[in-house]
C-alpha cells in the first residue's frame, strides 16, 4: 500500500490496529470528517469493532447525516492515541440501522490506520499568502494585539506580532490566542510565551507558544487545523495541481468578519507618530530583552536616538505632537520617549551641541528601564510603605550596568539624565539625597522635564493633572525644583502645550498641533471624543480657521 505523503506512516501490524481502535472507542475520542471537506469533526462514538469484518459507529448525535452516509459520501475517523494524531483510511457506511433508540453506522474494518507523531517537528508551517490572524488577549491587564499565525501544532504556536505588543509578554498569567481563519473559523486556547526573536528593523517580534492543557474538543480542533494547514501546504508545494483540492479553511467566507492581521492592527495619528513608533518599537524590545540581557544594545541606542534626532529637526511640532499619540507602547516606554522628547527640544533650544543633545536623547530614552527588574506588583501599588520606597529607589542603580556597552555616552551626560533625574534640590529624591549645588543644571532641568510627563499620566495611585495643576504644583515646590527651569518650560512649550486636548469656545474638541510665538494654538485637529488619538481623528484646522473655533476654554485631561 502507497505511503500517505503529509507526514502520516501507516500502521499494518493487526495487534496495533485493534488496540489504536480500541482507544477510539472511548467517549469522545473519536470524530468524523468527510473526505473532501473543510475538515469540520463531527461527534461520534465507536461502539463495537469485530476484526476483519466491520466497525459499528453511533451517529446518533449527528443523526441528520446518515442520508449523505448512506449515499455513500467518504469519511474518515480521526482522533488521538499514545501522542499521536490519528485517522482511517477513507471509509464508507455499509448501512444504518437503529438499534434501542440509537442510530447505528455499520462500514468496512480498517486493515491499516494512518499515524502521526505529536511532536515539534510536525508543526506544520504557513506558506507565503496562507494568512490565518491571531488575537492576543491579556485578560489580567485587558489589553490586546493582533498578529499573524506563523505555524501551528498540537503543543503550541508561533505568531508574528508587533514588537510594540511586546509589553503583553511580561503578563503573570497566560494569554488568550484566539485563531482566524479566512473562512471564518475561530479557535480560542490559554497559552503561555516560552521563546521569542526581535526583528527590529520590521519591527516586529515572532513569539512561540505553549499550549496550556488543551481539552479533549480542542485537541481534535486543533488536529483538524494542524492537517488542513498542512493538506493546503502540499497543494501549494504541488503547484496547486488539479488532483489536490484547496482547503475550505483557507477560501475566504464572503460573510466572514474582515480578516485579522498585524498590518490592520496599528492606527496612528499622523505620519510622524508611525515613524516616531519605529523608536518606540525598539525600545519595546529592549524593555523586553532587557531582563534576561542585563545590557543595553549600543549601536541599535545610538541609531535610533540618531533617528529621533533626525525627525526633531525635520519638523519639532509635528514629533512632539507626536509623543503624545502612542498609547500601544509600554507604559515605561511611552513616558521614556515623551521625556526624551522634550529634553531633546530643551537641549536644542539652548544650543547645545549635536553629539550632546544626542546623549541626552539617548539617556532619556531608557532612564526608567531599570524598573523593569523591580516586582510587577511594586509598580502597579497605590500606596507604598517606607521598605517599598527604599525598594523602588533601587531602580536607577539596577540600570547602570546596562550602560557599560555605551561608551560613546558621555559620563557626565549618563549622571545627569539617568542618575540624577529622581533626586530633588532639597534632598528629598533618590537614589542619593543630593541637593542644591550638588545637582548640575542638566540634571534640574531633566528632573522638571521627568515629573510634568509623569503628572500628566495616570498612575496607580492617582489620575493624570491638567498642565494648570501641574505648573501650580511645580511653582509651590520652589525649594525642590529650580524655577529658573519650570520658568523655561513655560516658555518654550506654553500654557497649553503641543498633544494637549482643548475645548473652544464654539465647543469643539480639538488636538493642539501648532503654536505661535505667543503660545497661542496656530494648527488644531478635530475630535469627537476624549481619547487617545489615533487616525479617526478630524479636520486639521489652520490659522483663521482655528481663530473662529473662539479662545480655548479648557484643557480635556485625557488619560494616556
Known sequence: MKEPQDG??????????????????????ASLVFENSEGKALPVLVADQRFGDHLL?????????????????????????????????????????????????RCDYPFHLEVLQRREN????????????????DQEEGTTSQGDLKNLSLDGCMVEMPVSSANMLASSLPLEIELCFPDGSRFAIQGEAKHYSIDVERQVICVGFRFNTPSIEQERQLWLFVREIERETARQSA??????????????????????????????????????????????????????????????????????????????????????CLFQEAALVRHCLAVAVGL???????????????????????????????????????????????????????????????????????????????????????????????????????MVVDVIDAMRRDRPDRPAWSMDQ??????????????????????????????????????????????????????VQLTDTAKPPDDALGEVLRDAAVLRLGKPLEEVVVPL
Open 57 to 105: 459507529l453511533d451517529i446518533s448525535a449527528i443523526r441528520e447525516l446518515a442520508g449523505p452516509l448512506q449515499r455513500g459520501r467518504p469519511f474518515r475517523l480521526v482522533g488521538e492515541a499514545n501522542g499521536m494524531m490519528l485517522r482511517t483510511p477513507v471509509l464508507v457506511c455499509k448501512s444504518c440501522e437503529q438499534q434501542q433508540g440509537r442510530l447505528r453506522c
Open 122 to 137: 510536525f508543526r506544520a508551517k504557513l506558506r507565503l499568502g496562507m494568512e490565518v490572524g491571531a488575537i492576543l488577549r
Open 470 to 523: 501641574i505648573y501650580a504644583h511645580l511653582v509651590s515646590q520652589s525649594d525642590r525644583f529650580d524655577q529658573r527651569w519650570v520658568r523655561r518650560y513655560l516658555n518654550l512649550f506654553g500654557r497649553l502645550p503641543i498633544g494637549t486636548l482643548v475645548r473652544f469656545e464654539a465647543g469643539q474638541l480639538a488636538w493642539i498641533q501648532r503654536l505661535d510665538a505667543k503660545g497661542q494654538p496656530v494648527q
Open 344 to 446: 531633546l527640544d530643551l537641549a536644542v533650544s539652548s544650543k547645545m551641541p549635536r553629539d550632546a543633545c544626542k546623549a541626552v536623547a539617548a539617556c532619556a530614552m531608557v532612564h526608567d528601564f531599570g524598573k523593569v527588574f523591580l516586582p510587577d506588583g511594586l509598580r502597579a501599588a497605590t500606596a507604598l510603605d517606607q521598605e517599598q520606597r527604599a525598594l523602588l529607589s533601587t531602580h536607577v542603580e539596577q540600570l547602570r550596568p546596562s550602560f557599560e556597552s555605551c561608551q560613546w555616552l558621555a559620563s557626565s551626560v549618563l549622571k545627569s539624565v539617568v542618575m540624577e533625574i529622581n533626586e530633588r534640590l532639597d534632598g528629598s529624591g533618590y537614589p542619593l539625597g543630593l541637593r542644591g549645588e550638588q545637582l548640575g543644571e542638566l540634571s534640574r532641568v531633566a
Open 239 to 324: 503547484g496547486g495541481s488539479e488532483g489536490l483540492l484547496r482547503s475550505l479553511l483557507f477560501q475566504t467566507d464572503p460573510k466572514a468578519p474582515p480578516p485579522v492581521a498585524r498590518r490592520n492592527a496599528q492606527r496612528y495619528a499622523t505620519p510622524m507618530t508611525k515613524r516616531l513608533a519605529r523608536v518606540a518599537g525598539y525600545l519595546d524590545a529592549q524593555l523586553l530583552e532587557l531582563p534576561n540581557e542585563h545590557r543595553l544594545d549600543s549601536v541599535q541606542l545610538s541609531r535610533h536616538a540618531d533617528r529621533l534626532l533626525v525627525l526633531h529637526a525635520e519638523d519639532r511640532e509635528a514629533v512632539l505632537f507626536a509623543a503624545r
Open 8 to 29: 502520516y506512516t501507516s500502521v499494518h501490524k493487526p495487534s496495533e490496529i485493534e488496540a489504536l481502535l480500541g482507544q477510539l472507542s472511548a467517549p469522545g475520542g
